[in-house]
């Protein structure tokens, strides 16, 4: 395998990685590429983190020369990748939407009451939208879980959590901004750095694991039934579509 890929998060610290590759440029674009594992190990990898506005580094830029990767490691059939695909991005929804440990309703009611806003009618107003937001968001969680433990189908598109997460995710950044006004950018201490890193992280989640509008896409086509978006020719091959 030979290629690049950007946005690969954690992969400086994976033993383990999976590629979709393009096996068959002759086949339709989502025809023709295959699902398969790559020991991160083997020569010809090269990983480099980026640095991010925030200092950390959560994705990589990963670089591959002439990989050679057993058969053995692909997953579903060759040719075949774009199915297993698009199982592995639902799952990924599922995880990114019901993933919050902390909430973050927590930490901007501390934030407020440290700021003294806590009967500010306008922070008030908002910090109960937003529990009452994480408290839906939490609870298709628990359902899509409680069904995954079933052996069941989610009840819902886990594109659906996702989609209120990254709201969510906007709401909290742009409040603890908000509550802590100009000088949370300065401040160094746990509660302003907490608020930064929520500032400028909030639209991390409308774009990792699939935009918001592929992800309305999706919802409105699988589970609305919508008609699909007009678009290319289904049937051209890959290696003739413009690029
Ligand atoms: C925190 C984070 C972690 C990530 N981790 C990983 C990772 O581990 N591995 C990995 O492979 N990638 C990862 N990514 C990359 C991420 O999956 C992509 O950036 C994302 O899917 C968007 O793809 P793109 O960058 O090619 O943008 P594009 O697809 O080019 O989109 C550009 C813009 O066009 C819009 N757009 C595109 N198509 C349509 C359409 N059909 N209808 C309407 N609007 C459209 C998009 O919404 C967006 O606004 C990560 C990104 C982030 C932010």
């Given at each position: 395998v030979t290629g690049q890929k950007v946005w690969n998060s954690a992969a400086q610290l994976c033993d383990w990685g999976f590629l979709l590759v393009r096996t068959d440029p002759d086949a339709p674009k989502h025809r023709g590429i295959t699902f398969v594992l790559v020991d991160m190990s083997t020569p010809g990898i090269e990983v480099r983190p980026l640095v991010q506005i925030n200092g950390s580094a959560h994705f990589n830029e990963v670089f591959l020369d002439e990989v050679r990767i057993p058969v053995a490691n692909v997953i579903g059939e060759i040719n075949e990748g774009w199915t297993v695909a698009r199982t592995v991005l639902a799952n990924e929804a599922a995880f990114i939407g019901g993933s919050a440990k902390t909430l973050a309703s927590t930490n901007l009611r501390t934030l407020a009451e440290a700021a003294g806003l806590t009967d500010d009618a306008n922070v008030r107003q908002e910090l109960a939208d937003l529990i009452t937001r994480e408290r839906v968001v939490a609870w298709m969680g628990e359902q899509i879980q409680q069904a995954v433990r079933r052996g069941e189908m989610p009840p819902m598109d886990p594109g659906l959590i996702k989609l209120m997460t990254a709201d969510n995710r906007v709401r909290s950044g742009n409040m603890a901004m908000q509550i802590t006004g100009a000088g949370g950018m300065a401040g160094d201490s746990p509660e302003t750095t907490w608020s930064q890193v929520e500032l400028m992280m909030r639209f991390a989640v409308s774009i990792g694991g699939g935009t918001n509008e592929v992800l309305r896409n999706n919802v409105g086509e699988?589970?609305?039934?919508?008609p699909r978006e007009p678009g290319y020719d289904k049937t051209q091959p890959w290696k003739d579509i413009p690029r």
């Open positions: 699988r589970a609305l039934g919508l």
